[in-house]
């Protein structure tokens, strides 16, 4: 009569360690998908500075005209535009040899920014 009720107590104990592994799988895969949404993200930005780059270029060689610009794409990511001709673009590191041009493009998609310096 003592192991009446212990089957209750076991399928209790198998319960809560299927729930502890259940519940660290999902933690795992809700980080994995989060991670995979930021790659997603940084590739869309990368190819709005790309799109950004291609145009101060085309702008560059068809009229001249050194001159920064903002715009967005049509799938919501925004990009912005430094041009110039042996400028100082934000420290050291990005700077231009007087007599070269530079352009920095930056994109941006929902909080994710990445840039590309054409220049020397």
Do not use: W
Not at 29 to 50: H, L, P, T
């Amino acid at each position: 009569m003592k192991r009446r009720g212990s089957a209750l107590y076991f399928s209790l104990i198998v319960l809560t360690i299927i729930l502890g592994i259940v519940l660290g799988l999902s933690t795992i895969i809700i980080n994995q998908i989060q991670i995979i949404r930021g790659m997603e993200y940084s590739v869309i930005a990368f190819y709005a500075a790309d799109s950004a780059n291609e145009r101060a270029l085309n702008v560059l060689f068809r009229t001249g005209n050194f001159q920064d610009f903002t715009g967005s794409l049509i799938n919501n990511s925004t990009y912005s535009v430094q041009m110039g001709r042996g400028l100082n673009m934000g420290g050291p590191t990005h700077s231009c040899v007087e007599g070269f041009y530079c352009i920095r493009a930056t994109g941006d998609y929902l909080g994710v920014r990445r840039g590309i310096k054409t220049g020397n």
